[in-house]
């Protein structure tokens, strides 16, 4: 890693290189409103010309008053001036100059209604792309700590890169101006153009350079970022704060965040402070040039070269177009230095599944006639060299209950992740009536199976919803939400909710209910009896809740099974039972398999397993 504020070539170039993300961030303003991309862009277009229209107009002015003021017979009065008619031009010109000032205004006003409407769009535009993109990743990429700070990144371009959206625009608008003011220029000599631009282009250069060293220190920081955040995150919300408080870990996080930030803190003032003194020299070059341009035009109107009304024009112009090539290219510099950023949200975009539909992708069958069989499969999570799972072949027929009971880290989510293609096996195959799980669509794959996980999420919405999140599309569905309540015996939660199914839930929002842990799972086995699924997985679906509800919800599992494959995770003895078969699994293997009185006889894992629970009872 570079020493803080070191220069580091790469990033420099890199600068430069990003300003090819610009020209797609057009394309993406334009696809987020057309209609107010053009608008703008025609707005902006006419307000560029504003400036050196007036300062021309003004030039007008003064040289018409020193010619009227010049005449041997000029009036002394105004009323001698009005009557002799004589100043009927200059009048013409103030009017155009009132009229150009005035219109310029409500321009402006215009500009940033249009420009404040664009930003929303796109904002709206950009969330939806990356909810949309976020949404078709596979659950490796999740789990990928480089993929996760690249998110993050990218997360902060959907809001943080808006400016570059004005920033663009304004750019737009002051390069026409400039080139109007540079023909103006020109046309009185070319080598004050010149100068103006020696006196610039270093500044631009060190500007450039400083934000490069910005961007690469902020690059290199984005997991200190991440940790920073998720420190301050959970030192302040409400799902921790009673393990804060009861443990009193906010002195221990305190310190974390404190050593993370002042660290991103000092790095980031040895930049700025260098930064200072740089450019405080750099831009006195800058006046140094347009004290010299200025000296020159003085002298000509001196000799009588130019006139009074060039004077004002061309210091002003002088003026105006120091302050806006010195504002392009800061915005430009700034403008390169958020296109770096911008890299990370196209990188985010570029990000492909791998578990995606073959091109002739199976239909799922319909009833499922045989079942799931899992050939010899091995799994390795990725980034690891443990095998989760190893050599296990068991089958998973049509229409039978199957049970998986095992010690912690035995491999049992992993095998309900590879069921439901979240990842794909490492070795071996598993088959689904006789066809490889990858022959088939995974969303298809995904629709026919309800599956709720140990660590479901508790959505910060209503009852119903969070339901209806089995099967979303009937949402509206009201009778099937009730059903669906009533299988995972939900009901007499909802009853006791004060707005019943409507009741928000959780503490995220005002006048949500916060649930116990046993409520909430039985409102998240409810969404797995949404799907009406033809394999039900639920993986420890009761670890929450009491032994009355546990039998509840199991009675009624079994009712409603009976025709239906399921595979159930349990620790609980009592809820393996029930089971048809149960596997014993050990290191990502199968143990053992068979009934839970056949296990009992074997005199094997299963058998200790379930005396060592049963002494506990005793
Ligand atoms: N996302 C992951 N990345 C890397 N390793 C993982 C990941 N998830 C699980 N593992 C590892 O895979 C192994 C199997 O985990 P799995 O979650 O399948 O166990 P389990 O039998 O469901 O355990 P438990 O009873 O605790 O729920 C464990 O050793 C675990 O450390």
Same mark, same amino acid.
């Given at each position: 890693m570079a020493r803080p504020g070191t220069a580091d070539p790469r990033a420099y170039a890199e600068r430069w290189s990003a300003l090819k993300n610009i020209p797609p961030f057009l394309a993406m303003i334009w696809r987020a409103s057309?209609?107010?991309?053009?608008?703008?862009?025609?707005?902006?277009?006419?307000?560029a010309l504003v400036p050196v229209a007036m300062l021309w107009i003004g030039k007008l002015i003064i040289d018409?008053?020193?010619?009227?003021?010049?005449?041997?017979?000029?009036?002394?009065?105004?009323?001698?001036?009005?009557?002799?008619?004589?100043?009927?031009?200059?009048?013409?010109?103030?009017?155009?100059?009132?009229?150009?000032?005035?219109?310029?205004?409500?321009i402006g006003r215009l500009v940033s209604y249009t420009d404040s409407m664009l930003q929303e769009k796109l904002v709206i535009f950009l969330s939806l792309r990356l909810m949309d993109h976020?949404?078709?990743?596979?659950?490796?990429?999740?789990?990928?700590?480089?993929?996760?700070?690249?998110?993050?990144?990218?997360?902060?371009?959907?809001?943080?890169?808006?400016?570059?959206?004005?920033?663009?625009?304004?750019?737009?608008?002051?390069?026409v101006t400039v080139i109007s003011f540079g023909i103006g220029l020109i046309a009185?000599?070319?080598?004050?153009?010149?100068?103006?631009?020696?006196?610039?282009?270093?500044?631009?250069l060190g500007e450039m350079y400083f934000n490069s060293q910005l961007y690469a220190l902020n690059w290199r920081r984005a997991s200190d970022r991440r940790e920073r955040d998720y420190l301050r995150r959970i030192a302040s919300s409400a799902d921790s704060a009673k393990e804060i408080k009861i443990f009193?870990?906010?002195g221990f996080l305190r310190d974390r965040y404190r050593l993370l930030a002042e660290r991103f803190y000092r790095e980031n003032r040895a930049i700025s402070r260098r930064q200072l003194t740089a450019m405080a020299l750099l831009?006195?070059?800058?006046?140094?040039?347009?004290?010299?341009?200025?000296?020159?035009?003085?002298?000509?109107?001196?000799?009588?070269?130019?006139?009074?009304?060039?004077? *004002?024009?061309?210091? !002003?112009?002088? =003026?105006? $177009?120091? +302050?806006?090539?010195?504002?392009?290219? /800061? &915005?430009?510099?700034?403008?390169?230095?958020?296109?770096?950023?911008?890299?990370?949200?196209?990188?985010?975009?570029?990000?492909?599944?791998?578990i995606t539909a073959g091109p002739a992708p199976l239909p799922v069958p319909d009833p499922i006639r045989q079942g799931v069989v899992f050939e010899n499969v091995g799994f390795r999570y990725p980034g690891t060299d443990r095998w989760a799972l190893r050599g296990l072949s068991? *089958?998973?027929?049509? !229409?039978?209950? =199957?049970? $998986?009971? +095992?010690?912690?880290?035995?491999?049992? /989510? &992993?095998?309900?992740?590879?069921?439901?293609?979240?990842?794909?096996?490492?070795?071996?195959?598993?088959?689904?009536d006789g066809r490889d799980l990858r022959d088939y669509d995974p969303e298809a794959l995904r629709s026919a199976i309800g599956v709720i996980f140990q660590d479901f999420v508790r959505y910060a919405m209503s009852a119903a919803d969070n339901i209806a999140t089995g099967r979303i599309s009937a949402r509206d569905d009201r009778p099937r939400i009730t059903a669906a309540a009533d299988r995972a015996a939900a009901q007499a939660v909802i009853d006791r909710l004060p707005a019943g199914y409507d009741q928000m839930l959780g503490r995220s929002f005002a006048r949500g209910v916060e649930l116990s842990g046993g409520e909430w799972q039985k409102l998240a086995i409810a969404r797995a009896y949404m799907r009406d699924a033809q394999i039900l997985i639920l993986d420890e679906p009761t670890a929450a809740l009491d032994a009355r509800a546990e039998f509840e919800v199991f009675q009624r599992f079994h009712d409603l099974s009976?025709?239906?494959?399921?595979?159930?995770?349990?620790?609980?003895?009592?809820?393996?039972?029930?089971?048809?078969?149960?596997?014993?699994?050990?290191?990502?293997?199968?143990?053992?398999?068979?009934?839970?009185?056949?296990?009992?006889?074997?005199?094997?894992?299963?058998?200790?397993?379930?005396?060592?629970?049963?002494?506990?009872y005793r």
């Amino acid at each position: 890693m570079a020493r803080p504020g070191t220069a580091d070539p790469r990033a420099y170039a890199e600068r430069w290189s990003a300003l090819k993300n610009i020209p797609p961030f057009l394309a993406m303003i334009w696809r987020a409103s057309p209609g107010l991309t053009a608008i703008m862009v025609a707005l902006r277009l006419i307000r560029a010309l504003v400036p050196v229209a007036m300062l021309w107009i003004g030039k007008l002015i003064i040289d018409e008053v020193v010619r009227l003021t010049g005449l041997p017979d000029a009036p002394t009065s105004l009323t001698g001036w009005w009557s002799s008619g004589l100043a009927q031009p200059l009048i013409w010109l103030v009017t155009a100059e009132l009229a150009l000032a005035l219109g310029s205004d409500i321009i402006g006003r215009l500009v940033s209604y249009t420009d404040s409407m664009l930003q929303e769009k796109l904002v709206i535009f950009l969330s939806l792309r990356l909810m949309d993109h976020a949404a078709s990743l596979d659950l490796a990429t999740f789990e990928d700590p480089a993929f996760q700070d690249r998110l993050d990144r990218a997360r902060r371009q959907t809001t943080g890169r808006i400016p570059i959206l004005s920033q663009v625009m304004q750019q737009l608008q002051d390069s026409v101006t400039v080139i109007s003011f540079g023909i103006g220029l020109i046309a009185y000599n070319p080598w004050l153009v010149l100068l103006l631009l020696i006196a610039m282009i270093p500044a631009f250069l060190g500007e450039m350079y400083f934000n490069s060293q910005l961007y690469a220190l902020n690059w290199r920081r984005a997991s200190d970022r991440r940790e920073r955040d998720y420190l301050r995150r959970i030192a302040s919300s409400a799902d921790s704060a009673k393990e804060i408080k009861i443990f009193g870990l906010n002195g221990f996080l305190r310190d974390r965040y404190r050593l993370l930030a002042e660290r991103f803190y000092r790095e980031n003032r040895a930049i700025s402070r260098r930064q200072l003194t740089a450019m405080a020299l750099l831009t006195a070059l800058g006046t140094l040039c347009y004290y010299a341009a200025y000296l020159w035009i003085i002298g000509r109107t001196l000799t009588g070269t130019l006139s009074l009304g060039d004077l *004002t024009f061309l210091s !002003g112009s002088f =003026l105006r $177009l120091r +302050g806006l090539i010195e504002g392009l290219l /800061t &915005t430009f510099s700034n403008m390169a230095g958020q296109a770096l950023y911008l890299d990370d949200l196209y990188r985010f975009f570029h990000e492909r599944p791998h578990i995606t539909a073959g091109p002739a992708p199976l239909p799922v069958p319909d009833p499922i006639r045989q079942g799931v069989v899992f050939e010899n499969v091995g799994f390795r999570y990725p980034g690891t060299d443990r095998w989760a799972l190893r050599g296990l072949s068991f *089958t998973l027929q049509a !229409g039978e209950t =199957l049970a $998986l009971v +095992g010690e912690n880290g035995a491999g049992k /989510t &992993t095998i309900v992740k590879l069921l439901t293609r979240l990842y794909d096996p490492t070795e071996g195959r598993i088959l689904l009536d006789g066809r490889d799980l990858r022959d088939y669509d995974p969303e298809a794959l995904r629709s026919a199976i309800g599956v709720i996980f140990q660590d479901f999420v508790r959505y910060a919405m209503s009852a119903a919803d969070n339901i209806a999140t089995g099967r979303i599309s009937a949402r509206d569905d009201r009778p099937r939400i009730t059903a669906a309540a009533d299988r995972a015996a939900a009901q007499a939660v909802i009853d006791r909710l004060p707005a019943g199914y409507d009741q928000m839930l959780g503490r995220s929002f005002a006048r949500g209910v916060e649930l116990s842990g046993g409520e909430w799972q039985k409102l998240a086995i409810a969404r797995a009896y949404m799907r009406d699924a033809q394999i039900l997985i639920l993986d420890e679906p009761t670890a929450a809740l009491d032994a009355r509800a546990e039998f509840e919800v199991f009675q009624r599992f079994h009712d409603l099974s009976s025709a239906r494959t399921a595979l159930l995770i349990s620790h609980r003895f009592s809820s393996l039972r029930m089971a048809d078969r149960i596997l014993v699994l050990e290191h990502g293997r199968v143990q053992a398999q068979g009934t839970h009185a056949e296990l009992l006889a074997q005199k094997g894992r299963y058998r200790d397993l379930f005396e060592l629970q049963a002494r506990g009872y005793r």
